[in-house]
């Protein structure tokens, strides 16, 4: 039971170029989240899924998108990346039900540079 | 627009010390005030959680105080021990259909001196 797992864990871009970061869990989870951690800002949410087919932008949804191939995966893209998208991605994802419980279970992180 | 405010920014504590960690939040729609627990180059873990119904909660050393009316919440961590060195988010978030968006503070480095 691997959890939530993310590749690649490190990776360098110039302005301009693309790329996508992958996540998937093995929890059998609904809801599945992309943040970014910046110094002095905390984590901040990107992009949503609560379910499988569904999307929903967060507090930072510019200059990315996302696609929830299916329960199990969540990718985030940068279609031209800025250096102000240099950061910590992480991916994590939960189960909402009616009880107290709204764990949210996250991933290693990607650290992603752009130059 | 920092939704839910943390201080201090970081914290040194003796080892047997008692470390405090306080957040504030405006939305009275927030319903569950979780916090994290991050180690250097991991992702964070929830440590313990309340909602806005109890005033405390308790879980081993760590114990969360709850202000409904102050829009206040605290973390504390009896007897802290270098182990206990990490950084610490809270966290808020309201009920929607299907997913808790969480809202982070800006974090709080607590640093025990054995």
């Known amino acids: 039971n691997a959890g939530v797992t993310q590749t690649p864990k490190f990776q360098v871009l110039k302005t301009g170029q693309s790329m996508t970061l992958q996540c998937a869990q093995d929890?059998?989870?609904?809801?599945m989240y992309w943040y970014r951690q910046d110094p002095g800002m905390g984590l901040r949410l990107i992009y949503y899924?609560?379910?499988?087919?569904?999307?929903d932008k967060g507090e930072v949804p510019n200059g990315y998108n996302v696609s929830r191939l299916n329960k199990r995966e969540f990718s985030l893209r940068l279609e031209s990346a800025a250096p102000s998208q240099t950061s910590v991605y992480f991916c994590?994802?939960?189960?909402?039900?009616?009880?107290?419980?709204?764990?949210?279970?996250f991933g290693p992180g990607t650290r992603l540079t752009v130059l | 627009q920092q939704q839910v405010k943390q201080s201090p920014q970081s914290l040194i504590v003796q080892k047997g010390g008692i470390s405090i960690i306080n957040c504030a939040y405006e939305?009275?729609?927030?319903?569950?005030f979780p916090w994290y627990q991050q180690f250097p180059g991991k992702g964070p873990a929830l440590l313990i959680a309340?909602?806005?119904?109890?005033s405390e909660k308790k879980e081993g050393r760590f114990t969360i105080s709850f202000n409904k009316s102050a829009k206040q919440f605290s973390l504390h961590i009896m007897d802290s021990q270098p182990g206990d060195s990490a950084t610490y988010f809270c966290?808020?978030?309201?009920?929607?259909?299907?997913?808790?968006?969480?809202?982070f503070g800006t974090g709080t480095r607590l640093t025990v001196i054995p």
């Open positions: 994590a994802s939960s189960e909402v039900d009616s009880g107290f419980t709204d764990t949210q279970y």
């Open positions: 966290a808020a978030s309201m009920r929607q259909t299907g997913a808790n968006n969480l809202f």
């Open positions: 309340i909602r806005p119904d109890v």
């Open positions: 939305n009275t729609a927030f319903d569950y």
């Open positions: 899924s609560a379910s499988e087919g569904t999307t």
């Open positions: 929890m059998n989870h609904n809801s």
